[in-house]
């Protein structure tokens, strides 16, 4: 059966709007995404229940009467055994831990990834298939030798040992992703470069970082919602005082002390999933773009 | 302006060798064209001068310094690149001064530099604009005034043409041969085009394989070829070579070459070559006459009338003396 | 023309040697040296003394007097709390393969990870595919189906929990809606407990095995498909006989990635299960994390640990050789 359009133009074919075939398709897919969001929406109107209302309700009524205390509670009263501050410490933990995880790991590893594209030495390429391999090996392997070294240099429960941490682990992925980047970069512009007098900082600073900022928001994006979302490492590398927000939002809904509030817990949840939720939806494409792209090309 | 000075250069790559000792001498001035076919070393060797490949072994030298572990930046060299490439975060006016900055010339020598550069390529107009909203054509204006404001001793080229198409190409070239006339600097100019290589050159260099076939200038390779590759690649159509009794008055131990245009038709008494007519090319200026030998070897005969016989009748050609090269069999290379 | 002198190899690109420095750090002393290391010390009777009464030392910067150490002395060039016992052989390994609770765990970590690469493969390929009809709104579908992958297992567990809560959840409304005898509650049963958390990590992770795909098939020429139709090859054909094998390289890597992934899972189990009820959803990452900070069984942990290398090794060394073993052999 040859179709008769394929010799025609270019684009898609006029299609009846209601055939078999887009109800499938569309009906198949909306059944789908409402699985997914069923969560969310799960989430949501559960935290801004009252308790009584939960409990006599199911978990997928609407609310009757909308009320922000859960919230209020999770953000600043909510307990972690005899600890009552609420979510709030581990928010400013997890920004305190964030902000300089993200920007050291990226440094490091978009100079790391400029040296391996640009500036090939010998053994470079051994070190980096050895760091790649690591990136398939369990933390757990790994998690007690760098108890030690962070102990031996005096880091351990610190936030900067934790800030080392995530600067290792993350130099496998963005490495990766750096290097692909730049070896995409035309080679004659790095020669360009050099023949104009430009060093090894000079190209990077002046050539390559300004070309390549959209790999720059990718791998920023990739490291943001990976550190925030993480739990082993903070609860491994740091003390109770230092816990990032997934620590202490595990101990707050899983703690067994006292009468378990849903509607706190789910608002606690929500406001963890914040942070990577809105770099979700802000950064669209480049957030896909960048987990692809870490991906695919390994 | 300098001249460059190549010694017994080598380069491999692992154990690879890839030049295989390169001598060769290049005056002051002089507008030097390294042709051969892809992956003869031309853009290698090229690089080697700029220092942007590694010297395995052998010495280069601009004027009387050799430059071995020299940056290239400190070498007094310019390079134009075949993808332009220009900095396309940068205008075209920061593309052209980032070396001098590099270099920290005084800003009012740089606008200066950079406004004359502009002025005698005259892209003045497009000072401000981002590489992206320009033309190729405009882009390799960009790409050699960025050389031109360095100042260089000299210029490198490497295949500047090839991303333009023909007209613009064509064009181009007489502007940069405009420009060597101008200027009065050492140039050298990498490209695969012999017809490049034919009208810009003073001194062409043959590579193939990593060795340098034949230096000259354009018109002693068209006429005194050392080998059949260098006979063959310089001039357009290629030189027809004729072996065994195929053309009369040849060795067995030797290649006849003559070339297309060198070739006069006759009649079978007369005859030095005689050959059956495959296909016929229309050029309108001329034409050119596929034919085989009774051998079954191809030649082509450039033929100002197209001759006014159909496919398979035999055409008869002779050529005068002085136009006839005689090449070794074995080894390829002229007998004197 | 004088030979001028070489500068050393060691010194060539020195910027860019010592830009490298960390990444060299990392892959050596990190990766290599911390892999070597754990591996090492897994043929020893490694135990920890317990955290709080080292707290308790560093609290008042007291040195920790070596009676604590049962074994009599503590080493202090070795980290504190660390005690290191004699070589033991394989006896860590005979101990960890006779405990009910690690079989259970690699008994879980096999259930999980095969469901979990069938279902994930299948169904990311699936919504791929129906995304790449040239439907509208496909960026909204998209961004619908990817959003849990933003969120952390932790997050993505405690909702779960919270779904599938016997009491009020799923289950609870379905009898409400008349089925009084409904039962569905994963989280309370140990006999399909996993099943649950397997649920929540579909949930997670399936829209960025989908997003894996949907890259894959915009990577196949559009003349394919074409060819396809004028050959008369129906749609679904085109799909098992020339596309699923052209993108047989998208299919192993994600392969890879998935395999490498599930043997990570801990984060999902901690928040929704904590290994419950009893020790039925217990998994090998949880095992050692209990045994190395909880327990303060060292050699337990890192024999644990080598098992979870091992199994990793098993997927990524075959890979490893079809990707870039066979490259390298055409050159």
């Known amino acids: 059966m040859v179709d008769i359009a394929l010799s025609g133009p270019r684009g898609p074919k006029p299609r009846k709007r209601f055939s078999r075939r887009n109800i499938f398709i569309y009906g198949t897919l909306i059944v789908v995404a409402l699985y997914y969001l069923l969560p969310l929406y799960v989430m949501i109107i559960t935290s801004v229940k009252g308790m009584p209302e939960i409990r006599l309700g199911n978990v997928f009524a609407p609310p009757v009467e909308i009320t922000f205390e859960p919230w209020v509670k999770a953000w600043s009263e909510a307990c972690t055994g005899l600890n009552c501050e609420g979510l709030s410490r581990g928010f400013w933990n997890s920004v305190r831990i964030l902000i300089p995880s993200v920007i050291v790991s990226i440094a490091i590893a978009s100079v790391n990834g400029y040296a391996l594209a640009n500036w090939r030495f010998k053994g470079a390429d051994v070190f980096f298939t050895i760091l790649i391999f690591g990136a398939f090996v369990p933390y757990q392997v790994m998690l007690y030798p760098i108890v030690i070294l962070l102990r031996e240099v005096g880091l351990y429960g610190s936030l900067t040992g934790l800030i080392i941490v995530h600067t290792i682990f993350g130099m496998p992925i963005l490495t990766l992703l750096f290097r692909n980047y730049f070896t995409s970069i035309p080679e004659e512009l790095f020669k360009a470069a050099r023949v104009d007098g430009a060093g090894f900082w000079g190209i990077y600073f002046r050539i390559m970082l300004p070309m390549s900022l959209p790999i720059f928001v990718v791998a920023m994006i990739l490291q943001v919602t990976g550190i925030w979302n993480d739990f082993l490492f903070g609860v491994v590398y740091t003390k109770p005082e230092y816990y990032p927000m997934t620590v202490q939002l595990n101990n707050i809904v899983n703690s067994v002390q006292g009468v378990k509030e849903y509607n706190v817990n789910m608002a606690a949840t929500i406001l963890t999933g914040l942070v990577p939720l809105v770099v979700y939806f802000i950064s669209g494409k480049l957030f896909v773009r960048g987990i692809a792209a870490g991906a695919v090309k390994g | ?336 | 023309m004088a030979h001028a002198q070489r500068p050393s190899q060691l010194f060539r690109n020195l910027s860019a040697k010592i830009a490298a420095i960390p990444m060299i750090f990392t892959a050596l002393v990190v990766f290599v040296g911390g892999t070597l290391w754990t591996i090492t010390y897994s043929f020893t009777g490694s135990k920890l003394l317990p955290k709080k009464i080292f707290e308790w030392f560093d609290l008042f910067s007291i040195p920790v007097p070596s009676w604590i150490a049962k074994d009599g002395a503590l080493d202090f060039s070795i980290p504190v709390g660390f005690v290191e016992k004699s070589f033991v052989g394989l006896k860590q390994y005979d101990r960890l393969w006779g405990e009910n609770r690690w079989l259970i765990s690699i008994e879980n970590l096999f259930i999980y990870g095969i469901c979990s690469l069938i279902f994930s493969l299948l169904i990311g390929f699936i919504l791929a595919a129906l995304l790449d009809q040239k439907i509208r709104f496909e960026n909204t579908f998209r961004t619908i189906l990817l959003y849990p992958f933003a969120l952390s297992f932790i997050v993505t567990g405690l909702v779960w929990q919270w779904l599938l809560n016997p009491e009020f959840g799923v289950q609870s409304v379905i009898r409400d809606l008349g089925w009084s005898g409904f039962t569905f509650d994963p989280l309370y049963n140990a006999e399909i407990v996993i099943f649950g958390i397997l649920f929540a990590g579909l949930w997670q992770g399936t829209g960025f095995i989908m997003c894996l795909m949907l890259a894959g098939l915009r990577g196949i020429d559009e003349d394919i498909w074409k060819a396809a139709r004028v050959d008369g090859i129906p749609m679904w054909k085109t799909y098992i006989f020339i596309v699923i094998p052209m993108m047989r390289p998208v299919f192993i890597t994600t392969l890879v990635i998935i395999a490498a992934g599930i043997v990570k899972v801990y984060d999902l189990v901690v928040a929704q299960t904590s290994g419950g009820p009893g020790i039925a959803s217990e998994v090998p990452a949880k095992y050692v994390y209990d045994k190395m900070f909880q327990a303060q069984n060292l050699g337990q942990g890192f024999a644990a640990s080598t098992m979870m290398l091992l199994s990793v090794m098993i997927v990524l060394i075959p890979w490893a050789y079809l990707e870039f073993g066979g490259k390298k052999k055409n050159g």
């Open chain 2, 1 to 336: 302006m300098a001249s460059v000075t190549i010694r017994e250069l080598k380069k491999a790559y692992g154990t690879t060798q890839v030049m295989h000792g390169v001598d060769l001498d290049i005056n002051d001035g002089e507008f030097v064209v390294f042709v051969g076919p892809s992956g003869c070393g031309k853009s290698t060797l090229l690089r080697m001068i700029a220092g942007l490949e590694e010297i395995t072994d052998g010495t280069v030298a601009i004027g009387d310094s050799v430059v071995n572990d020299v940056a290239p930046s400190k070498r007094g060299v310019a390079m134009v690149f075949q993808t332009y490439a220009l900095y396309p975060h940068m205008t075209v006016y920061k593309n052209m001064s980032f070396g001098l900055k590099q270099a920290k010339t005084p800003a009012d020598e740089i606008d200066r530099r950079v406004k004359a550069a502009a002025e005698v390529l005259q892209i003045t107009d497009y000072l401000s604009r981002s590489p992206r909203n320009l033309s190729g054509g405009q882009r390799q204006r960009v790409a050699i005034g960025r050389a031109i404001v360095r100042d260089p001793e000299v210029f490198l080229f490497d295949e500047p043409l090839s991303n333009l198409d023909a007209g613009l190409r064509v064009q181009t070239r007489l502007e940069i041969a405009r420009l060597h006339e101008r200027l009065g600097s050492t140039m050298i100019y990498v490209t695969h085009d012999q017809v490049e290589a034919m009208t810009l050159a003073d001194k062409i260099v043959v590579l193939r394989d990593g060795r340098v076939e034949q230096v000259g200038s354009p018109i002693h390779l068209y006429e005194q070829p050392d080998n059949t590759f260098v006979a063959q690649f310089i001039g357009s159509p290629k030189m027809n070579f004729f072996e065994g009794s195929d053309i009369v008055g040849n060795a067995s131990t030797d290649i006849t070459g003559i070339r297309p245009e060198h070739l006069r038709e006759t009649d079978a008494a007369n005859a030095m070559v005689s050959g059956k007519l495959e296909l016929i090319e229309q050029l309108g200026e001329y034409a050119l006459v596929h034919l085989t030998t009774s051998s079954g070897a191809e030649f082509i005969a450039k033929m100002e009338h197209p001759p006014s016989v159909g496919k398979g009748d035999t055409l008869h050609f002779n050529a005068s003396q002085q136009l006839i090269h005689k090449f070794d069999k074995q080894s390829g290379q002229r007998r004197t």
